[in-house]
């Protein structure tokens, strides 16, 4: 069945462009002021997307985990080989045992440094969050799943790419954005084929941008020659206070100064995103 739920990542192979804030916002965004459900995937060994909505939460990320984590995610195969002998008919497994409530509306699988421990040796692993994210039952509970990913070529970034519907790109304005972005392009795009992914890129958000600088109009002129059908018009201002989110438990929506950028950067995401549904339903 074709659903309307949509998984969105948050990809760029450079670090520290907001890829985590731009994430954690954007979905807590939808799930409080836009009402939508919301699942949010920390596919980042730093887990730092989790540490943000934890505290935003007043959750614990304690040494003795009382939840289950993204490294569930691939360690189903294992369990689940363990189990089937002599039995053809396995029930399928539940996916909502790995899902932590945030809120009514949002809900994290959380991240865990020990996704650093699976690596590309073992062929097909990186196939098991697709299968979460394609999973009727999850799909159908949801109208967006948004993956915060690493900023590296690894397994969980493959897989993370593997998994979604779109991808979409955080950029700091800087003279060596474009490098990234086409390393970007050149680790992932052969994917494509390998793995017969319809996926695309669902825009290019600019961010932590001081307005007025020559550098940042300098990159989106470069930008806006290159690739004029992703820049979002909205971009991440910076804010000092953004970066201090996690120590007073509030997202970008809780405070005056950011709350009017993240719902219109969030606005736009969800047109954009109904752009990429009304495409796929005239092409049925
Ligand atoms: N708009 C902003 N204004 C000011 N500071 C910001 C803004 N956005 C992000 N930051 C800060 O910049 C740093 C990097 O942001 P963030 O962790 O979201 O980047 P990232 O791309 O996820 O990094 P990584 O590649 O390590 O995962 C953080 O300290 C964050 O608080
Ligand atoms: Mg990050």
């Known amino acids: 069945m074709e659903t309307d739920c949509k998984v969105i990542s948050f990809m760029n192979m450079k670090g520290g462009v907001?890829?985590?804030?731009?994430?954690?916002?954007i979905a807590y965004t939808?799930?409080?002021?836009?009402?939508?459900?919301?699942?949010?995937?920390?596919?980042?060994?730093?887990?730092?997307?989790?540490?943000?909505?934890?505290?935003?939460?007043?959750?614990?990320?304690?040494?003795?985990?009382?939840?289950?984590?993204?490294?569930?995610i691939f360690s189903i195969s294992e369990e689940e080989h363990s189990t089937v002998e002599n039995t053809t008919s396995e029930p399928p497994f539940d996916y909502n045992s790995l899902i932590t409530n945030?809120?009514?509306?949002?809900?994290?699988?959380?991240?865990?440094?020990e996704l650093i421990k699976f690596d590309f040796s073992d062929r097909g692993n990186e196939l098991e969050l697709r299968n979460l994210v394609t999973d009727e039952?999850?799909?159908?509970?949801?109208?967006?799943?948004?993956?915060?990913?690493?900023?590296?070529?690894?397994?969980?970034?493959?897989?993370?790419?593997?998994?979604?519907?779109?991808?979409?790109?955080?950029?700091?304005?800087?003279?060596?954005?474009?490098?990234?972005?086409?390393?970007?392009?050149k680790a992932f795009t052969p994917k494509k084929r390998q793995y017969r992914l319809n996926n695309i890129c669902l825009g290019i958000v600019f961010t932590i941008v001081e307005a007025n600088t020559t550098i940042a109009t300098d990159v989106e002129h470069k930008y806006r020659n290159k690739y004029p059908q992703l820049l979002f018009e909205n971009k991440l201002l910076k804010r000092t206070s953004i970066q201090n989110g996690v120590k007073n438990h509030e997202m970008m929506l809780d405070n005056t100064e950011t709350r009017r950028n993240i719902t219109l950067i969030t606005k736009e995401f969800t047109e954009r995103v109904k752009k990429v549904n009304g495409i796929e339903k005239q092409a049925r």
């Open 137 to 185: 039952a999850i799909r159908n509970k949801y109208q967006y799943i948004l993956i915060d990913s690493a900023p590296t070529y690894s397994f969980y970034t493959l897989a993370t790419y593997i998994a979604s519907d779109a991808y979409l790109m955080p950029v700091k304005p800087d003279y060596f954005s474009l490098l990234g972005t086409n390393l970007f392009e």
């Open 30 to 72: 939808l799930s409080k002021n836009f009402n939508e459900k919301v699942l949010f995937i920390d596919m980042d060994p730093q887990f730092n997307a989790t540490q943000y909505l934890f505290s935003r939460f007043k959750k614990k990320y304690g040494e003795q985990k009382d939840f289950k984590t993204v490294v569930n």
């Open 18 to 25: 907001a890829k985590t804030t731009l994430a954690a916002n």
């Open 102 to 113: 945030l809120s009514e509306n949002l809900h994290i699988i959380p991240g865990d440094l």
